[in-house]
DNA sequence: TGTACATCAGTGAACGCGCGTTCACTGATGTAC
DNA sequence: TGTACATCAGTGAACGCGCGTTCACTGATGTAC
């Protein structure tokens, strides 16, 4: 039998969360739910967490700590551009491993209301790595335009995320190309693309639109 | 005071619903909170729909029924460059003009269970504005890959839609330029881009990773 | 080393809440003859 | 044209549910003297 003192209960609150979340749902993980898996009576989590959204955000902290694990990994690779298509394909591999983790990660409601702060440091750290890959792969002249290129890339990446999640994405290619084949191929024009987005930062210039 | 016979409840209730989710967002959309909306009884909608879902898709059809007619005036333009700058661009602000309104149309929760068929019709049929947009820069040669290129564009404007929602990205332009122009200058190196995609489809090739 | 006591981390009963859904009902409508 | 009756589209009371949160409590821990 547990003691009555658990001794660390933040952590495994949150360890239970982030096992609860794939097989529940995000919609399924209450704090009840979690408190029972951690074998705690379901009001002991308020030691721990001000409220249930404290809770969410700290586990989803720890899934953006894990993002930006893969992300760093796939970046060490020599060659730049290598090392731009890598992190790409890490991306959305996490989110194709670890989908409701993920969409905890982005859910609107943990902006609002007391998000634990290391949500913020965690995300943060996961973006700069992004950022960083991009401008390994930039020419000096356009290095300004990294976190502008950065930040649609991830557009992508997200949106390709969430859509093979959903499987929202039919199979495009002949043979029914599973969806890891497809990210491989998306992730081989990435630099090329990277290059052309760099361009957007800047002063603003004639536009085609009113 | 209202007939006891209301004429045209089902309709009423997707338009409230359409109302609700824009000032309560969507998790504050029950089937109560509608009902009392139309003036009528928390119990008769289920004169007309099995149950919430089937509410909720129907009104998210409506949605993309609304983002349709937006994509297809859009891509009205001559210059085929400039019609896929105006849908990409039409695409997003119609996200940020109706941001909970294009939650819902993506929430997970309405492809499982009593789906509206409507919701699968309506769905398409601003994916395929979306295709046509891209076949008509795309050269004859390169038409097979403009599923793909709409895939990845799709996924990408769906991105930048949410992650402008949520605020999650930063102005990364001088002066704190407002959203709209970021996705305007988006917009404009999309045609390229669109290009560079299409030949992700076909054959596989060699890869750059394993 | 032993004792008193503050502090900490749990317990479990209880609260109120809004929800989706069901049910027997009733008022209105439309149709057959 | 009028009447009987089936059908349709509402009502409102009631159900059970799981939830987040609060509260007075109790058992364990650690520290001052």
């Known amino acids: 039998m547990p003691p009555y003192h658990h001794g660390d209960l933040r952590r495994a609150l949150v360890a239970r969360a982030g096992e609860l979340l794939e097989t ?7 704090l009840r739910s979690v408190a029972a898996r951690a074998g705690v009576s379901h009001s002991a989590p308020y030691r721990h967490f001000p409220d249930r959204t404290a809770l969410l955000s700290a586990t989803a902290a720890l899934g953006f700590d894990e993002l930006a694990d893969r992300l760093a990994s796939a970046g060490e690779a020599d060659d730049p551009d290598q090392a731009m298509s890598a992190v790409g394909l890490a991306y959305v591999r996490f989110a194709l491993a670890r989908p409701q983790m993920y969409r905890l990660m982005f859910s609107g409601d943990l902006l609002k209301g007391a998000a634990d702060p290391e949500y913020a440091r965690a995300s943060t750290r996961a973006f700069e790595l992004l950022r960083k890959a991009v401008e390994r792969i930039l020419p ?3 290095q300004a335009g990294a976190g502008a ?11 390709l995320a969430l859509l093979l999640i959903e499987k929202r994405i039919r199979p495009w290619m002949r043979d029914e190309t599973p969806e ?4 491989r191929r998306v992730a081989t024009t990435l630099p090329d693309r990277a290059r052309a987005l760099a361009s957007l930062a800047g002063p603003a210039g004639a536009s085609k639109d009113g």
């Open 140 to 142: 000096p002249t356009d």
């Open 180 to 183: 890891d084949e497809l990210v």
């Open 149 to 159: 290129a950065a930040s649609i890339l991830w557009a992508e990446h997200h949106g």
């Open 24 to 30: 529940d749902g995000m919609d399924g993980l209450s």
